[in-house]
Structures are given as structure tokens and as C-alpha cells.
């Protein structure tokens, strides 16, 4: 499957990318169990160049491994006794600026719709973003929200660029106001919520008009206003969709910022919801009554020029 729309020029920036999640217990944590998608992956305008994936305490057993969609996944267990756990995932990425879509991003939505008698190509691998999920998200109300940028015979490009605005002026980025539970249908109605449920909103309004997407988990090198410094630990854990263009391949946006992707993001995963790609889940057995978590994601682009192949 073609990944995006390949490279837009020789620039390249080199990340340094530091995710760290620590949690902390109000007594002993026995046995930990963690899974997550922490490494950004390789495709056609990026490249991990290093990574590295610490637990503390140590893991007695830790793995990783690829999914069905070409992530890699890490696994780990602890089993000290523990009232803290922390985990870092250590990155070097160099990001190029893909290219602008080509012809199939200008042509009439209906023909991006994958085509399902094909039995192979990467439009054939396409139709499982098309597929509602196994809980449906596809409602009436969804599909309203999108038919007013999908009118017949509209150019793909421009009816996705609407929708993406529409999402960023309709709805308020609210930290807090959502969980990873959230329906898209709740969101829809509450008109509020944060970058995973404005991708989740997204690829769904997508799929409601036959059309191919999926969602990915990542980070944004965010910059800072003219004159102040850089915070260390600002950025956060990212989300935006992506849409299949015949020909093209995928081409990534995100309504959270109205912006189709550039070298701005990295790419972890992607899957067809939040649910495919967690950044880190886990089961623990305690008697702990209280627990915090802490999360500090850092994207810093390096001093040192990236080198080219």
C-alpha cells in the first residue's frame, strides 16, 4: 500500500523525540503489563533513524513486534514491586514535506471511493478504512455533517479541505471534556473535545460518504510565539486523519489545526481508530486505591543536518 504522496523536496528536518509516561501508585503495583506504539515508523517521507524504549523498573520480559498494518508495537512486563512506572521512548526522525496531492486529489469525490471488485493493488487494501467499526460510529447525524461538503461531483481536495475546516471552526478543543470511550455521535452533539476525537470525527464523516481513511497517532513539533523560548515537555501526543486518493495514495490532515500534514508531523501509527494505535495501555494488579499518570512529550528538532541517502 502506497503510504502518502511521496517526497516534496530534498529539506529534511531531524527530530529528537522524548515521550515520557510515569505513573505513580498509592501502594505496590505486583505485575505490570504494558503495550504501546511508541516507535514512529518508516514510510515514504520518513525515516526512524533510532529508537529506544525505557521501563523502569526493568522488565523481566519485553518484546516488540509489527501489527497487521505495519506499526511496531512494543511489549513489556514488570515484575518488581513498584509505586512508580515510568517509560520513555527515545527517537531520532528525519521528516521530509510530502508532495502536493496529484490529479486524483483534483477529480470528483465519487471516483476516490475504493473499488471493491478490485482483488488486488492498493485500492483493494483500501476498502477496510471504508468499513464502519465493529461498535458503528456511522450515524444520520454524521452523514449530515459530511453531506455538506460531499455535494455531487465536488473535487475530492476541496471537499475535504471543507469538512476539515468545518470540524476546526465547529468544534472547541477542550482538554478533559472526553474520554477514550467517547462516541463519535457524543462528540458530534457536545461540539467539544481534543485531537484524537476531531480525527475519530473526521474519518468517520469519510467513511459515511464511501470514502477511505484512516486514523493516525503521532507527534507535532509545535513553535513557539515570536520572542519566547521553546518549553521542553509542550507538546503533547497528536492525532489527524488521512484519506485515500486513487493514484496518490493517502494524504494526511489535520482539522484540529486546519492544515493538510506537512514535516511538521511525525508518524507513529496508524489504524482505523484510536483503539488500533494507543500510545500506551496496560493492566496492573494492586490494591492501590488512587494512581496519577504524568505524560511530557518533547519534539525537538536537531542541530545537525540529517543525513541523505
Not at 453531506?147 to 481536495?157: E, I, K, M, Q
Not at 470525527?201 to 520572542?227: C, D, E, F, H, M
Amino acid at each position: 500500500m502506497t503510504d502518502g504522496v511521496g517526497v516534496g523536496g530534498s529539506s529534511v528536518i531531524r527530530y529528537r523525540v522524548t515521550h515520557r509516561t510515569l505513573y505513580r501508585y498509592s501502594d505496590d503495583v505486583t505485575s505490570s503489563y504494558g503495550r504501546g506504539y511508541l516507535t514512529p515508523r518508516d514510510t515514504d517521507w520518513q525515516r526512524c533513524e533510532s529508537s529506544e524504549l525505557i521501563v523502569e523498573p526493568e522488565p523481566s520480559d519485553s518484546s516488540t513486534g509489527r501489527d497487521l498494518y505495519g506499526n511496531l508495537s512494543s511489549y513489556f512486563h514488570v515484575t518488581t514491586p513498584h509505586r512508580e512506572l515510568s517509560v520513555t521512548a527515545h527517537s531520532v526522525v528525519d521528516v521530509e514535506n510530502p508532495a502536493p496531492p496529484g490529479a486524483g486529489w483534483h477529480q470528483a469525490w465519487e471516483l476516490a471511493r475504493p473499488a471493491y471488485g478490485e482483488p488486488t493493488g492498493a485500492a483493494a487494501l483500501a476498502t477496510e478504512f471504508v468499513l464502519d467499526l465493529a461498535t458503528p460510529e456511522i450515524t444520520d447525524e454524521v452523514c449530515d455533517y459530511a453531506a455538506v461538503s460531499f455535494t455531487p461531483g465536488r473535487p475530492l481536495g476541496e471537499a475535504v479541505v471543507d469538512l476539515m475546516g468545518r470540524i476546526y471552526r465547529d468544534f472547541e478543543y477542550r482538554s478533559g471534556s472526553t474520554t477514550i470511550s467517547t462516541k463519535v455521535s457524543e462528540v458530534l452533539a457536545a461540539r467539544e473535545g481534543v485531537c484524537q476525537d476531531f480525527a475519530r470525527i473526521a474519518a468517520t464523516a469519510l467513511r459515511s460518504q464511501g470514502l477511505a481513511s484512516r486514523y493516525v497517532s503521532g507527534y507535532l513539533a509545535t513553535n513557539p510565539p515570536p520572542g519566547q523560548a521553546r518549553l521542553v515537555g509542550a507538546d503533547a501526543t497528536h492525532a489527524w486523519a488521512a484519506v485515500w486518493v486513487p493514484v496518490d495514495g493517502w494524504v494526511a490532515f489535520d482539522p484540529t489545526n486546519n492544515t493538510v500534514a506537512d514535516e511538521r508531523y511525525v508518524t507513529v501509527a496508524w489504524g482505523r481508530d484510536y483503539a488500533d494505535v494507543p500510545p500506551l495501555r496496560g493492566i496492573i494488579y494492586t490494591d492501590s486505591e488512587s494512581s496519577t499518570i504524568k505524560v511530557s512529550v518533547d519534539v525537538a528538532p536537531c542541530e545537525e543536518s540529517p543525513a541523505h541517502a
